[in-house]
Every structure is written in structure tokens, then in C-alpha cells.
């Protein structure tokens, strides 16, 4: 697979894991198309892609919006004829905690998170279908299968996308078509950066905030390049041996592997530490993982 011509679409390809996948992907044989909100926003991308040696195509296109996705997509079939990989990648962050987080920001987060994802799936489905081959890779997080401290709507977004992403490898399985789900724990990416606020209005939460950037911290120390998640893309569309899941990154293996042998008391009990020094060891103990800084 990959010299056959084949096209591949990476949503919000103009930084970060996206940016790295486009080109990982492109190094390895496929046509690419990147989707960005504005053409001008390519601009690193493409000169990233020059320098390995290859080309992207770009489409300007908004995941949270039905009109947008529904013509950005049609415009990649009407150009490439054809759509066998898509990379739904385009994401937002959210901190709060569930008292301080109003509904519109559950509503914003989700709209990108879980309806872009699935704007674009359904734009790509029916053509995929026809051809009865293709493989839809969902870069969820690894706050899709751990609640993460004080985000609570991207947590939320991740989990329903993990949802939606397990229903969907079933209902497509009968027309050869895959779904993979990549769960990145920390890597080098814009999204950190872009993801600094933290309500603390109500002044009760301060130790869930400072405890959420210290987790941040201490993966930004140690975070993976992002061309090793492009990798695992890679790996999970042309693999013979197809998994749903593909956990990546700082973290994100230590974290999936131990939160189901982790006791919902000691889950709880987790939070109810004062102690920082203490939750970290605590932390640390349950999921074997270093926050400490």
C-alpha cells in the first residue's frame, strides 16, 4: 500500500502531529492532502515538506463547520478522484474543571473534537464504501481512556470519539474498511502551547490546576517528537496485523496499560490527596509514571 498512488487526507496538517503525519506520510509514497482553516497557515508545513523532499496538497477547510468539511472533502475527491486514508487530526484542547466549565465550551470542544470527526467521516464513507477498501485513523489521546485532571471537556470529547471510533470499526468492518484509533500521551505540539488557560474562578480548584500543569510539565521535559506518532499512522494504516488501538508517547503506554488495574476507590482517593509531594508518589505508584518536577 502507499506506492499505489494512493490518497491520503490529514485534517489540520499545518502544525503539529498533523504537520508530521502529512509528511510522514507523503516520505512514504502518498498523495497527500492537508486540510488547514487558512491556506496561509501551510506555509512551516509546506517548508518542512521541502526539505524532506516532498509535496502536499492543501485544502482550506473548517472541521467545525458541516458546509465547510462537506466541500473541502468533495473538492479532494473532484482533484484526486479518490480518498483510501483519512487522518482525522484536527483538535482542540479544554481546561476546566466541571464546576468551572460552562456548557458552550463543552459545546465548542466537542464541535471540533467528536462532530469534525464525524462531519468527515461521513463525507468520505459512502465513496469508501463503493470501492470497498479504506482506513480511517482517529487521533484520539490518552485522555481518551483516562480522565485527566481539570480537562474536563476534552477529556469528555476524547472518551465520546473513543466511543464513536469503537462503533464505527464494527459497522464498517463488512465493507473492508479499518478504523484505528492512535492515543498520543505528550508530544512536541502547538496545542500545549495554545493550552494554557485555567478558569480557577471559583478559587476552590487551584491544586487541580497546578497538578494538571505539572503533569504537563513534567511530559513537555520528555515529550516525543511528533514524526513518532506520524510513524504509528503509518504503521496502523499498512500493518497486516490491524489493531483498534495504538497507544504513542510520553506516557501514553504506561498510562492505558495500568488505569484498568487501577481500583475506582484508589481513583477517587487519588484526588482526595492534599499533598502534592504525596499525590505525585501516589501517582507515580498507580501508573508508573514520574510527574514529579
Known sequence: ???????????????????????????????????????????????????????????????????????????????????????????????????ECPPSLYHEVMN????GVVRCVQAVLPHMRERGSGTIVNISSVVGRFAALAQAPYVASKWALEAMSEGLAQEVAPFGIRVAMVEPGITKSAIFAKNIDAPNSSGAYEAHYRRMF???????????????????????????EPRLRYPVSWGGPELLANRPLVSDADWVALGAIESDAEYTAEFERLFGVRIAT
Open 214 to 240: 505539572q503533569f504537563y510539565a513534567a511530559g513537555m521535559a520528555q515529550a516525543t517528537d511528533p514524526f513518532e506518532v506520524g510513524a504509528v499512522v503509518l504503521n496502523a494504516i499498512r500493518t497486516s
Open 112 to 115: 471540533v473534537n467528536l462532530y
Open 1 to 99: 500500500m502507499g506506492d499505489n498512488n494512493e490518497v491520503a487526507v490529514v485534517t489540520g496538517a499545518n502544525s503539529g502531529i498533523g504537520r508530521a503525519t502529512a509528511i510522514h506520510l507523503a516520505r512514504n509514497g502518498y498523495t497527500v492532502f492537508g486540510t488547514a482553516r487558512g491556506l496561509e497557515k501551510a506555509r512551516k508545513a509546506d517548508s518542512m515538506a521541502a526539505e524532506a523532499g516532498v509535496q502536499l496538497q492543501w485544502v482550506e477547510m473548517d472541521v467545525a463547520d458541516d458546509a465547510s468539511t462537506s466541500a473541502g472533502l468533495a473538492e479532494v475527491l473532484e482533484r484526486a478522484g479518490r480518498v483510501d486514508v483519512l487522518v482525522n487530526n484536527a483538535g482542540v484542547g479544554g481546561n476546566a474543571v466541571v464546576e
